[in-house]
């Protein structure tokens, strides 16, 4: 049994990383959220692309008078081509584009307007209230860069910048494996010595919102459906990038992932980590004929256990697999709400959720903290991470925290 370090793990899972292209795909604004640029985007023009308004008021020519006659009155979207001669103004909506003749907008509520002509009642400089062309970004300019994960206002940046689609790197291709006959869906009638297949309704939804295209299978630890089961796994993750699995990969009698994984060509890299909880794991890569790699990782069955090891090691790996330029999590530095009076052996990373008191960062770690641990995901959203050696902690410690979501 080779024994390794969280980060000696990853070490070796990003070392396994095929260094070939992703494949690049073109979508449309509709379905580009949540995906990652394959290429850097520009814009296609400058921001703003004309001379605009920043607000209801009149364009003028000149500022050495106190009253205007009004010549047009246009809205958004509307171009006044005609003169503006000296003593005339343009009427503007918020956001029109200014006359090329005019070089000053004076705000509406700076005038009086009667019968199609203004009185100015206020000093306004001249050259003010005009938005230049390109204010934002100019013609050309990198305004997302490649490798980055689209969002909303990503896209809406985007699209106002004249691109129409978006160049984004293929979906990830996961096979997610849950593997246990203890283990029964909901709805199904459950005995004793069962339990309902959790895992199953926690990890797939975390890979599918990191834009992975996920199969699910579960296998059954039976001896009598090992053949079965491990053909029925190597056709499912033929085209798979990356292999993830909850349970059977610990030291009992019917822990068979790893003996799964070999037959299908999977090289080991660990099988087991030295963490808590979590430390029931293995990594390995299958390399195919076509030159691709498959990752695996198998992860403990128990809730809690797998949720840490599936934010150390998978989540940073789908998200380098994806083509993010940043795959980690933050660190947050945090008071300690409640005292932790675990000794540790080894890395433990304690589940809990990060507030905010009085501006200042507070963990709060879960009741329990056993492997096997299954409420407190429902409100995790941070890691507490204590190093080997570190004796128990006292309310109001220090402690660093990796903020998940």
Do not use: W
């Not at 690049?24 to 692309?49: F, L, N, Q, W």
């Amino acid at each position: 049994m080779e024994i390794v370090t969280i980060t000696e793990a990853r070490r070796r899972l990003r070392g396994a990383l095929s260094s070939s292209q992703k494949e690049i795909e073109t979508v449309s604004p509709e379905t580009a959220v949540g995906r990652i640029t394959a290429k850097d985007m520009t814009a296609a023009h400058p921001y703003p692309p004309y001379r605009k308004s920043p607000f209801d008021g009149y364009a003028i020519c000149s500022h050495d008078q106190k009253t205007y006659d009004v010549v047009a009155t246009i809205g958004a979207g509307l171009v006044y081509d005609g003169p503006v001669l000296p003593g005339q103004a343009v009427r503007l909506m918020t956001g029109c584009a200014v006359p090329g003749d005019c070089d000053t907008v004076i705000p509406q509520e700076y005038t009086v307007l009667q019968n199609n002509r203004i009185k100015v009642t206020e000093s306004i400089p001249s050259g003010s209230n005009i938005i230049p062309v390109g204010e934002e970004c100019r013609e050309g300019a990198v305004i997302i860069p490649k490798g980055t994960k689209l969002t909303a206002g990503a896209v809406s940046a985007a699209v106002g910048m004249g691109n129409a689609t978006f160049p984004v790197f293929a979906k990830t291709k996961i096979l997610f494996l849950t593997s246990g006959r203890e283990l029964v869906l909901p709805g199904q009638k459950r005995h004793d010595g069962q339990i309902y297949n959790s895992n199953a309704y926690l990890f797939r939804p975390l890979l599918e919102a990191q834009g992975a295209a996920v199969t699910f299978y579960h296998v059954s630890d039976a001896p009598e459906c090992l053949d079965a089961e491990t053909e029925k796994v190597r056709a499912l993750s033929r085209d798979a990038d990356l292999i993830i699995s909850t349970g059977g990969v610990s030291v009992g009698l019917y822990n068979t992932m790893p003996q799964i994984y070999e037959r299908i060509g999977s090289v080991r890299l660990y099988n087991r980590i030295t963490m808590r909880p979590g430390s029931a794991s293995y990594g390995g890569v299958i390399q195919r004929d076509t030159g691709k790699q498959t990752l695996v990782l198998g992860l403990s069955g128990n809730p809690s256990a797998a949720f840490n090891a599936f934010v150390l090691l998978a989540l940073p790996i789908v998200r380098q697999l994806n083509g993010e330029k940043n795959s980690d999590f933050p660190i947050v530095t945090c008071r300690l709400s409640h005292a932790i009076h675990k000794e540790n052996p080894v890395d433990r990373f304690v589940q809990g959720n990060i507030s905010f008191e009085d501006g200042k960062a507070v963990f709060t770690p879960n009741t329990t903290l056993t492997s096997s641990a299954l409420l407190g995901l429902a409100h995790v959203n941070a890691l507490g991470c204590i190093k080997k050696g570190t004796p128990p902690l006292p309310e109001g410690a220090p402690i660093d925290a990796i903020l998940l979501f």
